[in-house]
């Protein structure tokens, strides 16, 4: 997870768009003296996390429980909202924006021009990958990150060692350095290997990893989807990352050739 399209925040002020971008804001890139000095805690990650969500979810499109986009999501997820000892919790934002991303907190958030591209088994895929980051504790890291962004407002807040109480502006631009922050290409493999895993225990077709990359591939040629900023930039080398997910198969008996792979011409979400 990179970045993806960001509207104006002006002093916290948020405007939000139906069916629009996801409006996160701005923010000034601040390093924080105190950060060596900082006790952040798995307990820190997840109250932080929460409150970042619960920002995002006020300020953005949010799916109903009757919209299709809700029930496809449920439909799929609905048996992994206790997965590998997380306790998770799925919602659509309905942003142009081509994303998904998760939370310390157990949070899942889809976009719904994901879904618009993604068959059911490679919407297993990329959240599947997106779980791992949490399992595997990158989150952790991110927020971390962001907190220090948007509490290194002043000294006090910078030098001490324990998580402070954040105001709803520090929230909107720690939500926004969250969603800003990139994984290491060590995480983004090892939530690979994640995924391909989850995929596989579940009994789902782990060749769906691999075309769910190629999709990301061909969106990141800029001429399909040339009005978005692509997913592809928080999973860069998609298509390396694909032929990875093919020799995996191939290893384990479980390849099937998918043929070419392409960006479908409709919304796959009815």
């Known amino acids: ?36 000095a900082l006790t952040f805690t798995n307990e820190d990650a997840v109250k932080l996390s929460k409150e ?3 920002w995002m979810d006020k300020n953005n499109p949010v799916a109903g429980p009757k919209d299709p986009y809700t ?5 799929l997820f609905g048996k992994h909202k206790s997965q590998d000892g997380l306790n998770l919790n799925y919602k659509v934002y309905k942003v142009k924006d081509i994303n998904a991303f998760a939370c310390a907190d157990g949070s899942v958030r889809v976009f719904s021009s994901l879904m618009d591209i993604m068959t059911d088994d490679e919407l297993l895929a990329v959240i599947g990958h997106e779980i791992g980051h949490v399992k595997n504790q990158d989150t952790k890291d991110a927020i971390k990150s962001a907190y220090l962004k948007a509490a290194a407002l002043d000294a006090a807040s910078s ?12 929230i909107g631009k720690m939500a926004n350095a969250f969603m800003d922050a990139s994984h290491s290409k060590k995480q983004e493999s090892e939530a690979d290997v ?15 990893e691999y075309t769910a990359f190629k999709k990301l591939a061909l969106l990141s040629e800029g001429s399909t989807q040339s009005g978005f900023q ?25 390849w099937k050739d998918p043929g070419t792979v392409t960006l479908p011409t409709t919304k796959l979400t009815k």
């Not at 029930?71 to 439909?75: A, D, E, G, P, S």
């Not at 030098?159 to 520090?170: F, K």
Request: glycine share 6%; aromatic share 6%.
């Open 194 to 208: 994640y995924s391909y895993d989850f995929m596989k225990t579940n009994k789902y077709n782990v060749v769906a």
């Open 159 to 170: 030098a001490s060692s324990a998580v402070a109480t954040l105001n709803d502006s520090q």
């Open 71 to 75: 029930i496809r999501l449920n439909k």
């Open 1 to 36: 997870m990179k970045r993806i399209v960001l509207s104006v925040c002006l002093l916290g002020a948020v405007h939000v768009f139906q069916g629009q971008k996801i409006s996160l804001g701005k923010i000034t890139d601040v390093a924080s003296k105190g950060a060596k």
């Open 52 to 54: 970042s969500v619960e």
């Open 230 to 254: 692509k997913m592809f930039n928080s999973h860069p080398d998609s298509e390396k990352r694909a032929q990875n997910i093919k020799k995996r198969a191939e290893k384990d008996g479980l």
